[in-house]
């Protein structure tokens, strides 16, 4: 096996290692600092806290994803409402600076169709590690109805469009949306203003999470 793939595939577990305190050293680090990391790991565990307090359809229908404070949702829900729903629970979390809502609104969703988006997203992570001109730890990969959604943070233009190029290249995809950010993009360094972007349809924030 490629050593390269090896550490990616071990990486999760020194991860939670060193979120444990039980290891001192990173293999090949995160452009996040570590505290933004695990800021993001704490949002994102409250997030699906909130939404399994919800409703355990509404958690197991809708995955996220936490970067720096930016919460993309993804999956499939029966209706606009709770559609809108998971939106309002991402909004309410402690932490979130945006919320990009990719949920799409389907009566069903068949376990094939969640078997080949899986097989997608593993597809062009492997592409992804693959390339030893991409930082493929900076990136979160998420798959819904033949979408590809990437979120994290790029070296430089030239790296992201890579990733795009590698993520269009493997079969089955339709799409692929980024919302990468590069690590020089003055969005992760400004304080949240009051104004909150979301792609492709904008969601105004509670008053009061």
Not at 38 to 63: C, H, I, M, P
Not at 70 to 93: C, F, M, S, Y
Not at 155 to 177: F, G, H, K, P, T
């Amino acid at each position: 096996m490629h050593v390269r793939l090896l550490l990616r595939l071990l990486l999760p577990l020194l991860a939670a290692a060193l979120l444990s305190g039980c290891v001192g050293v990173s293999l090949d680090p995160e452009e996040r600092p570590f505290t933004k990391a695990v800021d993001d790991f704490n949002t994102k565990a409250e997030l699906n806290a909130r939404l399994l307090g919800e409703s355990a359809k509404l958690y197991g229908n809708v995955s996220t994803t936490v970067i720096e404070g930016r919460v993309h949702l993804a999956g499939n829900v029966p209706t606009d409402e709770e559609r809108l729903k998971a939106t309002q629970i991402a909004w309410a979390t402690p932490n979130v600076v945006e919320v990009v809502n990719d949920i799409e609104v389907l009566e069903r969703t068949s376990i094939t169709d969640v078997a080949r988006d899986r097989w997608i997203s593993a597809k062009v992570r492997a592409q992804i590690l693959s390339d030893n001109s991409i930082r493929d730890v900076n990136y979160t990969i998420d798959t819904q109805n033949r979408v590809v959604f990437i979120m994290g943070i790029a070296q430089s233009r030239r790296e992201l469009d890579r990733v795009i190029a590698r993520a269009r290249s493997v079969d089955n995809v339709d799409r692929v949306v980024s919302y990468v950010v590069l690590k020089d993009d003055p969005r992760r360094f400004a304080t949240p203003s009051g104004t909150y972007g979301e792609a492709p349809d904008q969601v105004t924030p509670p008053a009061n999470p």
